[in-house]
């Protein structure tokens, strides 16, 4: 389909020839112009269903259809009230349905804007990075490796570009596209929004934005919402209908032995069986687990963790180790270069941050640069060979492109060799594009004399293996390996990222080809400063509580890497790892060093891929962080891949399961914290509405078995049900990280969420909550009261050992018996005072008492009701202590060498 190039700029024009003002790009005010034409660069948002359509959807379910079909045979019967409290239960969890999905539709429109691509442009003269959302037809694109395309676009110049299109055509093989006359029809020198560039490079011209591009057309593309569903999560809706289906088993049974044993009419043993079904059958505990879901990624995002894919928050609660880049991730990534090694010397820099203000000095003592050749070259180099830009704003200095790229032109700055003028005084021809595959970048840039030389920059030990020469004052010398051998080994023990440039005269030419990339002169070598974060250094202590290894694998130097690595806390006991050594190694040999080491330098993403195997052939759960392009297949092999959402490419974050906004190893650590929380909580849920539901369940059951007065109505039952399902359950899914979560080792992945502990607290609590109510009636009846008020103190009884078996829950592994636990959280005060205001309209409201058959009760019934709640509060904390004195595992499985 033809792009749309209606209205465009009018020196940008599409359809004619590119001119000479397009590398400068839109102006300011044309940007205005085109966004109130055009509109913001946005897709159409997906249809969502109506509230009808929702109310259906949260109805069609087996555990509701029992509760319809209640309500349907209560009324057939005659039991009005009965039914519309039945009723009631079915609108409450619809309810409760509706609100969580609408909560999980704003988690996700959040994700959603979080990760809104940026877009690299040339606006004003200036390269600059932008929200794709700000693209207007006119502007001049830049793309990358590893680039989203964000509007569809001409191509006007290129180098190797290659472009994944399977988003639209379904191929998988990626298209070569090449920069072809203005006027050409043909999609080879088209680009579309939403494809992502593989290889090479180019600048194109934006034709169409928005619902204009070949995307935007697609409507099909973006008709489903994405669903807020996790394996875990159907498990969950897997166990509340096996619930259910044993809950009916065991129903029907109590009905044939009411009716024909019991000698209970028809009707009174149907409605006392609906009572316990509705009581155990667990309707609300899917919804609870998404909103827990929902609620735990909420949580991540405000700690600049943003969940792309869902199940992951299961597999972070599993990290047993972390697998991290070091710069920018581990380190701060402000990049500021503080030593330049020549051949004629060693210089030292002042200045700090991306602010062009600082000194050379050699021996202690200030310098001029411009006076020492060498040095003046290297710091041309550093600013030719360069793709970053640096300006200033009101926030103070920024770079646009790479932070190391922008250190590069900053020290350049200090040297009196700025960027614009360099770039104007030796125009650039062509480059060749930095890639991990041959560790360096070139470009080709026209001399004063119409000659032709090339600057190259890189990890050092690449760019010597390419030098032949060196320079020197005199000009260009044989090579002294040893020397820059012995200065790469010396700054690297200083912790210095070091990056080497060299350069090489040619004959006039107008491209460069990876052929003329040899017998190069070394100019010299920067080391650039960049320190650890103090926030990562806490985190990696906080890993080695929680039994998670973390791993460097870094591009760095050895001895740079070891040397940071030792300054953030990592384990450098083991010596650290080449690249080199690597891929000497097989499968077995890599996934035992693997295991040992902590620290990885000079590696590729192939070598990350690599390790990522051998960890998981071991039975780690490893989460990965990667930035680039080449580590997609590391982060989709990883358990979870961490991409970087500062510096991290379109490529990167689709093959990720999460993404860092900060870029912050710190982040990654909060994320494994929340997931581990998430799954606590899930079996806190768990752990406490069976109890609650399967109490009152037994309480009929013994009651008819032994033919005793029901302690509690079937109506009565269906109103705690619906109270504190709807209340109570709720809950826990707001409950923080327990405070010595992260004392624990890693959770087997394949751990059952309802564990032999759950299990047992399910049976003893059920007991204890049934003792409870019997034992309430019984001493009501014995006082001298009446059947009503002695069911009115038993529903408040219930009620009560609810809440106080919610306070005991909330502490799985610790003491509940402490000033935080007995307070509790927001969530826990504003739901427990909604339940005992509810009791108290439930217990003194003349309508209520009518329709409920309940009575006021006395200042002493009250206080016994009260006392229940208390006494088995009590118990459960004794059988805790008892369970952590009986069985180590309780006692958090703490990481060895604590206690």
């Given at each position: 389909m033809p792009a749309d190039t209606t209205r465009l700029p009018h020196h940008h024009e599409a359809s004619g020839e590119v001119t000479e003002g397009l590398p400068a790009g839109l102006t300011s005010a044309e940007v205005t112009t085109a966004l109130a034409a055009f509109g913001p660069n946005i897709l159409p948002s997906p249809r969502k269903d109506g509230i009808f359509k929702r109310i259906i959807a949260q109805i069609t379910n087996p555990l509701i259809y029992v509760l319809l079909g209640s309500a349907t045979i209560s009324v057939a019967l005659g039991h009005f009230v009965d039914a519309a409290v039945i009723l009631a239960v079915v609108v409450i969890n619809a309810a409760v349905g509706i609100v969580q999905e609408g909560r999980a539709e704003k988690a996700l429109d959040a994700i959603r804007n979080l990760l809104a691509?940026?877009?690299?442009?040339?606006?004003?003269?200036?390269?600059?990075?932008?929200?794709?959302?700000?693209?207007?037809?006119?502007?001049?694109?830049?793309?990358?490796?590893?680039?989203?395309?964000?509007?569809?676009?001409?191509?006007?110049?290129?180098?190797?570009?290659?472009?994944?299109?399977?988003?639209?055509?379904?191929?998988?093989?990626?298209?070569?596209?090449?920069?072809?006359?203005?006027?050409?029809?043909?999609?080879?020198?088209?680009?579309?929004?939403?494809?992502?560039?593989?290889?090479?490079?180019?600048?194109?011209?934006?034709?169409?934005?928005?619902?204009?591009?070949?995307?935007?057309?697609?409507?099909?593309?973006?008709?489903?919402?994405?669903?807020?569903?996790?394996?875990?999560?159907?498990?969950?809706?897997?166990?509340?209908?096996?619930?259910?289906?044993?809950?009916?088993?065991?129903?029907?049974?109590?009905?044939?032995?009411?009716?024909?044993i019991g000698g209970y009419p028809v009707s009174d043993a149907f409605m006392i069986v609906v009572g316990m079904a509705v009581a155990a059958i667990p309707e609300g505990l899917p919804a609870v687990t998404t909103i827990t879901m929902a609620i735990g990624v909420q949580r991540m995002a405000r700690r600049n963790a943003i969940l792309r894919r869902l199940p992951a928050i299961e597999a972070l609660g599993c990290v047993s180790t972390i697998c991290s880049d070091k710069t920018g991730t581990l380190t701060k990534n402000e990049m500021t270069v503080t030593r330049a090694v020549t051949a004629v010397g060693t210089f030292d820099i002042t200045g700090v941050g991306y602010a062009p203000a600082g000194a050379f000095h050699q021996g202690g003592v200030e310098i001029d640069a411009r006076k020492f050749q060498p040095l003046q070259t290297l710091m041309r180099s550093a600013a030719l060979c360069n793709e970053a830009s640096v300006r200033d704003t009101s926030e103070g200095w920024i770079v646009d492109g790479d932070p190391l790229e922008g250190a590069l032109l900053v020290v350049a700055a200090k040297a009196g060799e700025e960027r614009e003028r360099m770039r104007a005084e030796f125009p650039r021809l062509d480059e060749i594009p930095f890639d991990a595959a041959y560790r360096y970048m070139a470009t080709l840039h026209r001399d004063h004399d119409g000659s032709a030389f090339v600057c190259v920059k890189g990890a050092p030990e690449q760019i010597i293996e390419m030098c032949t020469h060196q320079l020197e004052a005199s000009g260009r010398v044989p090579l002294d390996r040893a020397y820059w051998l012995a200065a790469i080994d010396q700054m690297a023990r200083s912790g210095f990222r070091i990056i080497a440039l060299a350069s090489k005269k040619l004959p006039s030419r107008e491209h460069i080809a990876f052929a003329d990339i040899d017998q190069l002169s070394l100019e010299g070598l920067v080391g650039l400063i960049d320190p650890p974060r103090e926030e990562a250094k806490t985190a990696i202590a906080e890993c080695r509580t929680a039994g998670i290894s973390v791993k460097m694998i870094t591009g760095d130097h050895l001895i740079t890497a070891a040397a940071i690595a030792g300054q953030l806390g990592i384990d450098t006991s083991q010596p650290p790892v080449s690249g080199d050594e690597l891929e000497a190694l097989d499968d077995a040999a890599l996934a035992q060093l693997a295991e040992r080491t902590s620290v990885f330098a000079r590696t590729t993403p192939e070598h990350k891929l690599r390790l990522v195997e051998a960890l998981q052939s071991d039975g780690d759960v490893v989460a990965m962080t990667g930035d680039g392009v080449n580590d997609a297949p590391a982060l989709k092999r990883a358990d979870v891949g961490v991409a970087m959402g500062r510096n991290g490419t379109e490529a990167a974050k689709e093959a990720a399961e999460m993404v860092l906004l900060d870029d912050n190893f710190a982040s990654i650590v909060a994320a494994v914290k929340e997931g581990r929380a998430v799954y606590d909580n899930l079996a806190k849920v768990i752990g406490w509405t069976l109890p609650t539901s399967c109490g009152q369940m037994f309480v009929i059951m013994l009651a008819i078995l032994f033919g005793l007065t029901l302690p509690i109505t079937p109506v009565q039952i269906l109103w705690v049900n619906t109270i504190s399902a709807g209340i109570l359950g709720l809950i826990l899914s707001f409950e923080p990280a327990e405070p010595d979560i992260m004392l624990r080792r890693p959770r087997a992945t394949g751990e059952v969420l309802l564990s032999r502990f759950l299990v047992w607290r399910v049976l003893l609590v059920s007991a204890l909550m049934a003792a409870g109510a019997f034992g309430v009636f019984q001493w009501a009846i014995k006082s001298g009261a009446d059947v009503e008020t002695a069911r009115t103190m038993v529903v408040n009884a219930v009620v009560a050992m609810g809440i106080a078996y919610l306070f005991n829950v909330r502490y799985l592994h610790a003491p509940s018996l402490t000033w935080h636990g007995v307070v509790g959280t927001p969530a826990v005060l504003i739901g427990v005072g909604a339940v005992l205001l509810l009791q108290l309209a439930l217990t003194y409201l003349p309508p209520m008492n009518q329709i409920f058959e309940t009575q006021p009760l006395t200042l002493l019934q009250g206080a016994v009701t009260l006392a229940t709640g208390g006494i088995l509060f009590f118990m459960l904390e004794l059988e805790k202590q008892l369970q952590r004195l009986l069985n180590p595992a309780m006692r958090m499985d703490r990481p060895a060498g604590l206690t």
């Amino acid at each position: 389909m033809p792009a749309d190039t209606t209205r465009l700029p009018h020196h940008h024009e599409a359809s004619g020839e590119v001119t000479e003002g397009l590398p400068a790009g839109l102006t300011s005010a044309e940007v205005t112009t085109a966004l109130a034409a055009f509109g913001p660069n946005i897709l159409p948002s997906p249809r969502k269903d109506g509230i009808f359509k929702r109310i259906i959807a949260q109805i069609t379910n087996p555990l509701i259809y029992v509760l319809l079909g209640s309500a349907t045979i209560s009324v057939a019967l005659g039991h009005f009230v009965d039914a519309a409290v039945i009723l009631a239960v079915v609108v409450i969890n619809a309810a409760v349905g509706i609100v969580q999905e609408g909560r999980a539709e704003k988690a996700l429109d959040a994700i959603r804007n979080l990760l809104a691509p940026q877009a690299t442009v040339r606006r004003d003269g200036r390269r600059i990075s932008i929200p794709a959302a700000d693209i207007v037809p006119g502007d001049v694109l830049l793309l990358e490796a590893g680039d989203r395309v964000v509007a569809d676009a001409r191509i006007v110049k290129e180098r190797n570009l290659r472009i994944d299109e399977s988003i639209l055509t379904g191929e998988s093989v990626a298209v070569t596209k090449s920069a072809v006359p203005a006027g050409d029809p043909g999609e080879g020198s088209q680009a579309f929004s939403g494809t992502l560039v593989v290889a090479g490079q180019a600048t194109a011209l934006v034709t169409a934005t928005g619902a204009r591009s070949r995307l935007g057309q697609i409507t099909a593309l973006l008709e489903r919402v994405e669903e807020l569903q996790t394996p875990l999560v159907r498990q969950m809706n897997v166990f509340a209908q096996q619930a259910t289906a044993v809950v009916l088993g065991l129903s029907a049974l109590t009905f044939l032995y009411a009716w024909r044993i019991g000698g209970y009419p028809v009707s009174d043993a149907f409605m006392i069986v609906v009572g316990m079904a509705v009581a155990a059958i667990p309707e609300g505990l899917p919804a609870v687990t998404t909103i827990t879901m929902a609620i735990g990624v909420q949580r991540m995002a405000r700690r600049n963790a943003i969940l792309r894919r869902l199940p992951a928050i299961e597999a972070l609660g599993c990290v047993s180790t972390i697998c991290s880049d070091k710069t920018g991730t581990l380190t701060k990534n402000e990049m500021t270069v503080t030593r330049a090694v020549t051949a004629v010397g060693t210089f030292d820099i002042t200045g700090v941050g991306y602010a062009p203000a600082g000194a050379f000095h050699q021996g202690g003592v200030e310098i001029d640069a411009r006076k020492f050749q060498p040095l003046q070259t290297l710091m041309r180099s550093a600013a030719l060979c360069n793709e970053a830009s640096v300006r200033d704003t009101s926030e103070g200095w920024i770079v646009d492109g790479d932070p190391l790229e922008g250190a590069l032109l900053v020290v350049a700055a200090k040297a009196g060799e700025e960027r614009e003028r360099m770039r104007a005084e030796f125009p650039r021809l062509d480059e060749i594009p930095f890639d991990a595959a041959y560790r360096y970048m070139a470009t080709l840039h026209r001399d004063h004399d119409g000659s032709a030389f090339v600057c190259v920059k890189g990890a050092p030990e690449q760019i010597i293996e390419m030098c032949t020469h060196q320079l020197e004052a005199s000009g260009r010398v044989p090579l002294d390996r040893a020397y820059w051998l012995a200065a790469i080994d010396q700054m690297a023990r200083s912790g210095f990222r070091i990056i080497a440039l060299a350069s090489k005269k040619l004959p006039s030419r107008e491209h460069i080809a990876f052929a003329d990339i040899d017998q190069l002169s070394l100019e010299g070598l920067v080391g650039l400063i960049d320190p650890p974060r103090e926030e990562a250094k806490t985190a990696i202590a906080e890993c080695r509580t929680a039994g998670i290894s973390v791993k460097m694998i870094t591009g760095d130097h050895l001895i740079t890497a070891a040397a940071i690595a030792g300054q953030l806390g990592i384990d450098t006991s083991q010596p650290p790892v080449s690249g080199d050594e690597l891929e000497a190694l097989d499968d077995a040999a890599l996934a035992q060093l693997a295991e040992r080491t902590s620290v990885f330098a000079r590696t590729t993403p192939e070598h990350k891929l690599r390790l990522v195997e051998a960890l998981q052939s071991d039975g780690d759960v490893v989460a990965m962080t990667g930035d680039g392009v080449n580590d997609a297949p590391a982060l989709k092999r990883a358990d979870v891949g961490v991409a970087m959402g500062r510096n991290g490419t379109e490529a990167a974050k689709e093959a990720a399961e999460m993404v860092l906004l900060d870029d912050n190893f710190a982040s990654i650590v909060a994320a494994v914290k929340e997931g581990r929380a998430v799954y606590d909580n899930l079996a806190k849920v768990i752990g406490w509405t069976l109890p609650t539901s399967c109490g009152q369940m037994f309480v009929i059951m013994l009651a008819i078995l032994f033919g005793l007065t029901l302690p509690i109505t079937p109506v009565q039952i269906l109103w705690v049900n619906t109270i504190s399902a709807g209340i109570l359950g709720l809950i826990l899914s707001f409950e923080p990280a327990e405070p010595d979560i992260m004392l624990r080792r890693p959770r087997a992945t394949g751990e059952v969420l309802l564990s032999r502990f759950l299990v047992w607290r399910v049976l003893l609590v059920s007991a204890l909550m049934a003792a409870g109510a019997f034992g309430v009636f019984q001493w009501a009846i014995k006082s001298g009261a009446d059947v009503e008020t002695a069911r009115t103190m038993v529903v408040n009884a219930v009620v009560a050992m609810g809440i106080a078996y919610l306070f005991n829950v909330r502490y799985l592994h610790a003491p509940s018996l402490t000033w935080h636990g007995v307070v509790g959280t927001p969530a826990v005060l504003i739901g427990v005072g909604a339940v005992l205001l509810l009791q108290l309209a439930l217990t003194y409201l003349p309508p209520m008492n009518q329709i409920f058959e309940t009575q006021p009760l006395t200042l002493l019934q009250g206080a016994v009701t009260l006392a229940t709640g208390g006494i088995l509060f009590f118990m459960l904390e004794l059988e805790k202590q008892l369970q952590r004195l009986l069985n180590p595992a309780m006692r958090m499985d703490r990481p060895a060498g604590l206690t």
